[in-house]
């Protein structure tokens, strides 16, 4: 993070494409008159309109550009300029093949789709940075112009010899000789060996899949490519005289690009997000959605843009369902809860030809602003002038579960234990939901991020220990904190080679036990873990254990619970061991949901972990915001129907939506205490 951004007002906007109009001013005019009703107060323009800026070489024409840009500032509306990268014009893929992406199996791709770059190219570098410099020029300090998106959803790779040379290059610079790499890679194995950096080729279906060491530097490298192209896209814009923020739109669940790694280098982040809302029960979708804010806001502990969401039903998921009334506004409500300080869409205006001709837009091919999306729209902004203040206000999360780009890499590509599922997203999930049932506020991080100031960090399925991070947790330990580690963690180190000695590596004493078998089980198959008498954090209750158990053996470790069935019936299901001044939990199995509940509730409790609300439904979503002069208490109902809480309504007040010991069905109730 660069600049801590602040715009002073939740933005309510979306993608625009005016240049898909252009030969309709009537259009282009009634929009204005429709954004102002809807209480649009911003527009994401030029993702994808490198044609119209650049119609051929070195042809620019950005008066379209510099109108619009006008008259939506005279009403009242600011832009987020977009960098044209995510699409090139066809005289360039037709005069320089090289910007084409080529793909794991050595094709280089046609012109056509987008996101469709190299970004090693320097032919693509020296376009990008032509253009982009010259939209900073004559953009970059225009007072509607209040940010800058790049490009648009950076993903994917390139296997082409330009990026293959790249390739080359970082790994030499990371291991130095080709023993390192060899030794850090195991290749003896198979007989694999490189006898020099010349011979390494990019990971391909026709090739080498096979050592995972190589894939995960491919992973690696495509992210710091990624990166590099980023950082080039920024200086060109600060070359042209545009200090503005920068902000790129990361993807749900997307696995492609370590986000983590683009912290320091944008200003804000920001997400696009398509829930498949009402094809299961709401609230579970909300809790799936949950989870992805905390993911997007957790990457710089800062608020963040909710980039784009459909305000209808989009058109490319296998089905196209209508949002219900008052889902908009309460997924809406969701995003700020979690940290967003932004509604945006995708689209204001539905485009009229190609692929997302029948996606969800604010105003859509009829014309008019009598539509129920445009009500909604409307209603969302309407709600979002009442929020203002709460723009740039912090969430002060005390408990964290650590989600880790590498290691899921290195996880989900491992061969073993269990080909079948590793469920790793659920496991994560399940200690989130159990937090996130006690209404508190979780942080989602990765292994570089911090553990201080964190009373309880659950760390599940951690399979890599990146260097350093076992120190870290010792630490934390020590001083105090709680850590809850799960089976399967501290397997393997950076370059995923397995620890020797013993695991959870590093952390054995920390743990108070060494793990000594790990038993997959068959779907459909399960164990239970049984609660031992007296044990001393009260749990009661015998849950199922699914897929995979920890044969552990404690040394100094309590244990708590033990295994009910099998061989290793008797042996520890779930342990704690005191370290320093801090405790630290190890669950063995795949345990269901009610299992992390009841253990995440005990645990919180006695790490003294403080809640506002104590008894907390089912389907409700509680979050905080806090500002430098009050907290806000955000209560949402995703229940289809009304249901019944009883709020600290005393100490914070409500402020915003109507609570009188019930919330109603998808309603916001916003709780307000004065610092
Ligand atoms: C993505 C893209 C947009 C658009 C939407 C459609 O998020 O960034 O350009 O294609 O999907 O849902
Ligand atoms: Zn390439």
Same mark, same amino acid.
């Given at each position: ?58 042809? /620019? ?45 050595? &094709? ?66 990371? @291991? ?26 990019? *990971? ?70 398509? *829930? ?27 608020? /963040? ?68 999306? /445009? ?19 912090? &969430? *002060? ?67 890599? /220990? ?36 013993? &695991? ?17 089980? @068959? ?153």
């Amino acid at each position: 993070m660069r600049q801590e951004v602040n715009f002073g007002k939740m933005i309510h906007g979306g993608d625009y494409n005016p240049e898909q109009w252009l030969d309709m001013p009537e259009i282009l005019e009634k929009d204005i008159e429709y954004f102002k009703k809807a209480k649009i107060n911003e527009v994401s323009l030029g993702i994808f309109a490198w044609a119209k800026l650049e119609p051929e070489e070195g042809v /620019f024409d950005f008066d379209w550009m510099e109108k619009i840009i006008d008259r939506l500032y005279e009403n009242g509306i600011s832009t987020m300029l977009a960098t044209p990268s995510g699409a090139r014009p066809k005289w360039m893929a037709d005069k320089y093949p090289e910007v084409l992406r080529v793909a794991p199996d050595r &094709t280089r791709n046609l012109f056509g789709a987008r996101h469709n770059h190299c970004y090693t190219s320097p032919v693509y570098r020296e376009k990008v940075r032509i253009i982009n410099k010259k939209l900073a020029e004559k953009f970059g300090n225009h007072p509607g112009v209040i940010a800058w998106h790049l490009s648009n959803e950076y993903g994917g790779e390139c296997h082409c010899p330009l990026c293959q040379e790249a390739f080359r290059e970082w790994l030499k610079e990371k @291991y130095q000789t080709i023993d390192r790499l060899n030794k850090a890679w195991a290749t003896t194995f198979w007989s694999h060996t490189y006898n020099s950096f010349d011979q390494i080729e990019s *990971p391909s279906p026709r090739g080498e899949m096979a050592v995972h060491g190589l894939n995960l530097d491919w992973k690696r490298f495509v992210t710091d490519r990624t990166v590099d192209f980023v950082k080039h896209e920024i200086q060109a814009i600060r070359d042209g005289g545009s200090d503005k923020p920068t902000t790129i739109n990361m993807m749900y669940d997307f696995q492609g690009l370590n986000y983590h790694k683009f912290a320091d280098i944008i200003d804000i982040v920001s997400w696009d997000n398509y *829930p498949q809302w009402h094809k299961k029960e709401e609230y579970l979708t909300a809790m799936d959605d949950g989870m992805q804010h905390d993911i997007m806001r957790s990457i710089q502990k800062r608020p /963040f843009l909710l980039m784009e969401c459909c305000p209808g039903a989009t058109n490319w998921q296998p089905v196209s369902k209508l949002k219900r009334p008052g889902m908009l506004h309460a997924a809406s409500m969701q995003a700020i809860a979690h940290g967003s300080d932004s509604i945006q869409y995708f689209q204001l205006r539905k485009s009229r030809g190609s692929s997302e001709k029948f996606h969800g837009a604010v105003i859509d091919h009829y014309g008019g602003d009598d539509t129920r999306t /445009f009500g909604e729209v409307t209603q969302v902004g309407e709600t979002l002038e009442k929020l203002q203040e709460m723009t740039g206000s912090h &969430t *002060p999360a005390k408990v964290a579960v650590v989600f880790d780009w590498e290691s899921r890499w290195a996880l989900e590509d491992a061969q073993g234990p269990r080909n079948a599922g590793m469920h790793y997203k659920e496991t994560v999930e399940k200690s989130y939901y159990a937090f996130r049932r006690l209404g508190l506020d979780v942080d989602m991080i990765d292994m570089e991020q911090e553990l201080d100031g964190y009373q309880v960090v659950a760390a599940p399925m951690l399979y890599m /220990f990146r260097a350093g991070f076992e120190q870290k947790v010792r630490a934390f330990v020590e001083k105090g904190g709680t850590f809850v580690l799960t089976y399967w963690s501290g397997i393997v180190d950076e370059t995923d080679l397995c620890f020797l000695g013993g &695991t959870p590596a590093g952390l054995m004493d920390v743990m108070g036990l060494r793990s000594t078998e790990i038993d997959a089980l @068959y779907d459909g198959e399960s164990n239970v873990g049984v609660p031992c008498q007296g044990n001393h954090l009260h749990m009661t209750e015998s849950y199922r254990c699914t897929n995979l158990c920890d044969l552990v053996k404690a040394s100094t470790a309590e244990v708590l619970m033990t295994y009910g069935e099998d061989f290793y019936e008797g042996m520890p299901a779930l342990t704690c061991n005191r370290f320093g001044k801090g405790r630290a939990y190890y669950i063995c199995a795949d345990f269901e949901q009610e299992f992390y509940n009841e253990l995440f509730r005990k645990v919180t409790a006695e790490a003294g972990v403080k809640r506002a609300v104590t008894h907390i439904p089912c389907g409700v979503d509680i979050t905080t915001r806090e500002s430098g002069q009050a907290v806000y208490l955000i209560v949402q109902n995703f229940n289809r129907k009304p249901v019944e809480i009883s709020l600290p309504v005393e100490e914070y007040p409500v402020w915003y939506g109507s609570y009188d010991g019930t919330i109603g069905k998808w309603e916001t109730v916003i709780l307000k205490k004065e610092k």
